[in-house]
């Protein structure tokens, strides 16, 4: 079955270090997001693309960045991680065409720890 | 003020409940929502769909928009003890808009 895949799945990490966490779907989806969650505020977007080379800013993308060089793989990278960027993050995606409806399938996260 | 508000609960019933759970939201362009449920340390995945106004059944589970009140419901018959998740609301305002709205999910637990 196709599916899309988070790794790694928990990290602690230091104050101000570059953190990378991955993102690889097989379904072959041109859309691509990046949420984290948190309590209080439920799913927020970060960063997301709509094919490869191209990416865009979420609601909170500040101190986050993405990259999209194929089709399968939607990196986020925390330039130096801060405790406030503690959370859950979730990668998805979303099938292309008009009658897919608003149907977004999520991976079963990352959990970072910022100390 | 957030654009779309949930309790976040927790909310604890006993098995074979009906169970109400509920958005509001204050964008009147919204058209499309959605309930996702989310299981403990695990990914939401998408449970109903709806257009605009009216009822929408899919076995055990009914989802609800009322436009008019900015109010969406998700209803679930003979809840089971598998029923216990976060369900969290989401919705957009055009078909195959690329940015959800979330509320921030309803914790619920179904007791044997």
């Known amino acids: 079955d196709a599916e899309i895949t988070q790794s790694p799945r928990h990290k602690i990490t230091e104050t101000g270090r570059q953190v990378t966490l991955a993102c690889h779907q097989t379904w072959n989806h041109n859309n691509m997001f990046w949420y984290r969650q948190d309590l209080g505020h439920g799913l927020r977007l970060i960063h997301y693309s709509y094919g490869v080379q191209d990416t865009n800013k979420g609601e909170v993308s500040d101190g986050y960045s993405v990259s999209r060089s194929n089709t399968e793989d939607l990196p986020l990278t925390l330039e130096s991680a801060a405790s406030s960027q503690t959370s859950v993050y979730f990668c998805?995606?979303?099938?292309?065409?008009?009658?897919?409806?608003?149907?977004?399938?999520f991976g079963e996260g990352s959990w970072l720890t910022v100390v | 003020q957030k654009e779309v508000e949930q309790d976040p609960g927790p909310l604890s019933v006993p098995e074979g409940a009906i169970v109400s759970l509920n958005c509001t939201y204050s964008n009147s362009a919204f058209q499309y929502f959605m309930w996702y449920r989310q299981y403990s340390r695990k990914g939401p995945e998408l449970l109903m769909y709806?257009?605009?106004?009216g009822n929408k059944e899919d076995g055990r589970f009914t989802a609800q928009v009322d436009k008019s009140s900015k109010y969406i419901s998700l209803f679930i018959r003979d809840s089971q003890p598998s029923d216990s998740a976060t369900y969290l609301c989401a919705m957009t305002s055009r078909e195959g808009a690329q940015k959800l709205v979330f509320g921030q999910g309803t914790r619920l637990t179904i007791n044997p």
């Open positions: 709806t257009y605009s106004s």
């Open positions: 998805a995606s979303r099938p292309p065409g008009p009658y897919s409806g608003n149907t977004i399938y």
